[in-house]
Structures are given as structure tokens and as C-alpha cells.
């Protein structure tokens, strides 16, 4: 492998359940061209085979550690992070106490299986590009062995597959126990002048739909609530609510709505974070009108004459990865 492919890095990775999925994710992981350092699998009280296929990885590999927390329902709000700051947390400590060195920080989900160099690939864009602080692959579904590409924001890093640089993770307060902590993490990135990226081409294949893990009407129920608490206003998520209603399935929409309205009404708490809270003060319907004039202009640049339709259709495309960042 080429020097500029080299780094250390070590990965946490939340599991709860996950019998099915565990051992092709873990093959994936084993299997990488650059492999971890170290890799903490945090047991979430599974009561399915997770700790017996856990023992298994441990007895094989050296540098995979797991760690077992009690049993508690699913739940992909404060518990979620929870259990992934747990895992953070031991392996930091871990590498302090075994002098362990590292440049980066990874987070995989356990219903997430890699291409056989995810990490080389992105820790070789990490080289080329010292003001980066967060990257991951593109999020891809297998549907009948075709693939298919989650498509969001470019310079949003999905939440599984993502590769924070050490300075920035430190910098950014670590992760934070808190509903939607890989938002709050790009937020804190980008408010002390790091880059984001996700690089479409670098594959990772995720065996359930996002915000799926309790069926897809639980999950954008929680989405309306998370970005009711993050303090998303209004306009933004009316939008949103438009956005998920004209794309099968509809009804993501609706639950997204009664999630967040329905916790308007209710006037329930919000993130006390003064830097989350200013940051998403100030994306209303200007600043969504200042976004969506920048990548215009920059369209604009590349098009000319028969572009104009595809300027147009580039647009409706931004307005949507704007609406829904």
C-alpha cells in the first residue's frame, strides 16, 4: 500500500441485536486494506447472539475490544448517543493506557458493511486536504444486487462510516450525548473552520433504511422531534415536511410533521447549546435563499446555453439537499 494510504485510526461501532448483520460487517471491517488500530464494539444488552459472535471477534483479532451495557429498549435518541459516547470514551482511554497513537476517529453502525478499502480512501482524501475534519463514503442500499445511492448534501458526512480527523474530535467537544450528535458534530466542525465531505464514490452499503432500526414511521416521528430540539424553525421544517411528502414513502412526511409540530405544541424542551441553537437561528428562509444563490452562481459558471435546463434542474436538486442538511 502507498504511504499516502497510511494512517492510524481507531473505530467504535454501537450493536444491539444485530445477530444478522454483525458477522458480514465484521468481515468487511477485518478484511480492510488499512484496518484499524483499535475497534471497540459497544454491547448494547443484546439478548440475541451479539455477545457470543463478539467473543468470537475478540478470540480472533487482538485489537477488537467490547464492551457490555445493560439492557434497554432501542432508542435512537439520547441513548443512541449514549451508547456510542461509552464506546468513544473506553477506547480513548484504552489507547492512553497502552500508548496507543491514532490520527483518526471512525463511528460505523452494525447494519453497515464496507468496501474492502472504505478507510484508505478516505484518509488519503484527509492527506490531500488538511483542512478537513469530517468525512465518510456515500450511504448505498442493495436493492436485487443493483445499488442504490442515498442521496443528501455533499459536504454532510453520513452518520455511519465517518471518519472525524483527532484534532477535530477533540476540538468539537468529542460526541455529544445528545438526539442527532453527528449534526451537532458537523455544526461545531464547520463554527471552528473545518471542512466537511462525503465522497459519494466510496461505498458503503447499509442494510436498513436510515431511521429505519424501528420501522420507518418511529423514525421520522423521532426526525420531526430531533429537529424540533436541535431548534430548526418553522420555515425549515414545513419544508421538510414537503420535501418527505412527495417522495415515496409519503407518509415519512406526516410523521415527520406531528414530530416536530406536535412537539411545538406541546412546548417541549430544547438543545440549551448556545452555538446550536444560533446556528440554526440563522437558517431560516434568507439564509436558505443565500445557499441556494451560491450554488446557482456556481452552476451558473459550468452552464452556459443548452446548460439551462440542466441549471434548472441542478437547482431544484440543491433546494431539496438544502432543505433537507
Sequence with gaps: MGAELKGKYLLVTPAKNEELNLPEVSKAVIGQELKPDLWIIVDDGSTDETPRILEDLQSNCSWIQSIRLPPRPRDITFHYSY????????????CRKNNIEFEYVGLLDADTVLEKNYFGKLLAEFKKDSSLGIVSGGIYYDNDGKLSLEVTAKDLPRGTGRIWKKECFLETGGYQVEPS???????????????????????????RKTSAANGLWNGYLKNGWMAYYLGKNYFMALLNVFYLSVKSPYYTGIAYCWGYFGSAIRREKKIQDPEV????????????LSRISKKFCQQLKKCTGEGAVKISKDLEKTIYLQVIS
Excluded at 83 to 94: E, N, P, R, S, T
Excluded at 181 to 203: C, F, H
Excluded at 277 to 288: E, N, V
Design 83 to 94: 451508547v456510542c459516547k461509552q464506546g468513544f470514551d473506553y477506547a480513548l482511554d484504552y
Design 277 to 288: 441553537r444560533a446556528y440554526y437561528r440563522d437558517q431560516g428562509f434568507s439564509g436558505l
Design 181 to 207: 450528535p453527528d449534526s451537532i458534530s458537523n455544526i461545531k466542525a464547520l463554527l471552528r473552520g473545518w471542512r466537511l465531505m462525503q465522497y459519494t464514490e466510496v461505498v458503503q452499503i447499509q442494510k
